[in-house]
């Protein structure tokens, strides 16, 4: 994708709607910035697992899974680390 971008007085710029889509980009997503020469490059900055535990609860944050990760390993982990209750 190519796009003509300005940058406001603050030295803020707008990344448009499709292509933050395509990357699947939030508010609030890091992203990392390259310089050389003339050139800008922007990169999503993406967590090795996008899964992590919040109040005790897994919860799966959108974009691309690693390709060794499995959610489904991760919780059964999860399950066995704790202790069981007997009634």
């Not at 499709?18 to 900055?45: C, F, K, N, W, Y």
């Not at 535990?53 to 959610?71: C, M, N, P």
């Amino acid at each position: 994708m190519t796009a003509r971008l300005t940058v406001d007085k603050a030295g803020r710029i707008v990344i448009p709607k499709p292509l933050r889509d395509e990357l699947r980009l939030d508010p609030g997503d890091a992203l990392q910035l390259e310089s050389e020469d003339d050139r800008i490059i922007l990169r999503p900055v993406r967590e090795a697992i996008p899964i992590r535990k919040e109040d005790g609860l897994w919860v799966y944050r959108s974009g691309r899974l690693a390709k060794d990760v499995s959610i489904r390993a991760l919780i059964l982990q999860d399950r066995e680390a704790k202790p069981r209750r007997v009634p």
